[in-house]
Structures are given as structure tokens and as C-alpha cells.
């Protein structure tokens, strides 16, 4: 698959942004001081606007409008389905069950490469298949 240097570059930043969240919060595997742990979500939403904005910055550099309209659209559709969810839980009562569950993959799908792998993947079938002459 050919990508352009910069694609890599992102995907080490999400790559190790996301196995430090796994290794502190989730899987436990380094022991996170206590202060940290009191500061999760502050955490996770910083990891998520990190990934966001790796991701925008690395996809204006391979110059495809609807690869950053794509990234963009998606994380701000979750993204505000969260701050919705939190405020709903905050201001009125606790999210029913069913929403509550939807959280936590929702957060996990935006701290992870995979959509950005995802991207990378479609972006490398579009150039593939360009006339010569339309190829960056």
C-alpha cells in the first residue's frame, strides 16, 4: 500500500496516544497515579481532541477534501452525542441503560487508529484506481 510519509507519522501519534489510554485506564497494566484516575474523562477528552486534531492535520496534507470532510463529520457527530449524553446525565438524571452502553464504544472508537486506518485504506483504493493524469 502507498502512502504518503505524513499517513505514518499520524498513525504512531494515535497509535501510542491510544495504547497509553488502554495500558492506564483500561487494561491496568501501568499503574496510573491516583490524581490520574480522578481526571479520566479529563483524560480521555483530551486523548479524543489529540486524535482529532492529529488527524486533521495530517489529511489536509494529502490534499483530499472528502477524506478530512469524512474525518470531520464523523468525530463531531460523536463527539457531540457525548457531550449531549454527559449533559443529559448531569443536568437532568442518569442516561437509560441502553444509551449509557453506547458511551463507552463510541469513546473507544474515537481514541483508536482504527478509523483513520480505515481512511488510509479507502484513500489508497481511490488513488489506485485514478487516471495517471489525476494522481497526486
Given amino acids: 500500500m502507498n502512502l504518503p510519509k505524513h499517513f505514518w507519522l ?64 464523523v468525530h463531531v457527530v460523536l463527539m457531540l452525542y457525548l457531550i449531549f449524553a454527559a449533559a443529559y446525565e448531569y443536568i437532568i438524571e442518569p442516561l437509560p441503560y441502553g444509551l449509557r452502553a453506547s458511551v463507552a464504544p463510541i469513546i473507544e472508537f474515537l481514541i483508536s487508529p482504527a478509523y483513520y486506518v480505515a481512511l488510509a485504506l479507502l484513500y489508497a483504493f481511490v488513488q489506485k484506481n485514478k487516471p495517471r493524469s489525476e494522481k497526486n
Fill in 10 to 73: 499520524g498513525f504512531w501519534v494515535m497509535l501510542i496516544g491510544y495504547t497509553l489510554i488502554r495500558m492506564f485506564f483500561y487494561d491496568g497494566v501501568l499503574p496510573a497515579p491516583h490524581w490520574l484516575k480522578e481526571q479520566r474523562q479529563l483524560v480521555r477528552w483530551g486523548n479524543i481532541f489529540i486524535i482529532y486534531v492529529a488527524g486533521i492535520l495530517i489529511i489536509r496534507k494529502m490534499d483530499e477534501s472528502w477524506m478530512l470532510w469524512a474525518w470531520n463529520a
